[in-house]
């Protein structure tokens, strides 16, 4: 098996990584007030060039899901759910969902809520259901 990937800190991607540390979710939003995810050099909507990472509140509907029962690397226990989280600013995000109760039915639109899971010197933006906050 390999090794899980970790986020690389480069000019693109550096400040999203650094904030999840830091506890805190965000998002490129361009001056024109669209948002989007994964960041790119400029707004996929209107072409702009100068957008900012603006905070995310971290709550928002299940979309979708699956249940891994065998993970791709070693180091990872499962079973464990990849999802993917609307957040409430309208942007989308693929996931994993933690700390679901096994044999806890999900169901699309399912509230959650963010629950950074913090790894090394690292961390991932990982969810939780409300309900269970
Ligand atoms: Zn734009």
């Given at each position: 098996?390999?090794?899980?990937?970790?986020?690389?800190?480069?000019?693109?991607?550096?400040?999203?990584?650094?904030?999840?540390?830091?506890?805190?979710?965000?998002?490129?939003?361009?001056?024109?007030?669209?948002?989007?995810?994964?960041?790119?050099?400029?707004?996929?909507?209107?072409?702009?060039?100068?957008?900012?990472?603006?905070?995310?509140?971290?709550?928002?509907?299940?979309y979708s899901w699956s249940?891994?029962?065998?993970?791709?690397?070693?180091?990872?226990?499962?079973?464990?759910?990849?999802?993917?989280?609307?957040?409430?600013?309208g942007w989308t995000l693929?996931?994993?969902?933690?700390?679901?109760?096994?044999?806890?039915?999900?169901?699309?639109?399912?509230?959650?809520?963010?629950?950074?899971?913090?790894?090394?010197?690292?961390?991932?933006?990982?969810?939780?259901?409300?309900?269970?906050?």
């Open positions: 098996m390999t090794e899980l990937p970790v986020p690389v800190f480069d000019d693109l991607w550096g400040p999203f990584w650094k904030e999840l540390v830091d506890g805190r979710l965000t998002m490129p939003l361009c001056p024109n007030g669209h948002r989007f995810f994964v960041p790119e050099p400029v707004c996929p909507t209107c072409l702009s060039a100068t957008w900012s990472w603006s905070p995310a509140a971290g709550r928002g509907s299940l249940v891994v029962h065998r993970a791709p690397v070693a180091d990872v226990a499962t079973p464990y759910v990849i999802a993917v989280v609307d957040l409430d600013e693929m996931t994993h969902l933690v700390d679901v109760a096994p044999g806890r039915p999900l169901l699309a639109g399912d509230r959650v809520a963010l629950r950074i899971t913090h790894r090394g010197g690292w961390a991932l933006p990982t969810f939780a259901l409300e309900e269970d906050q």
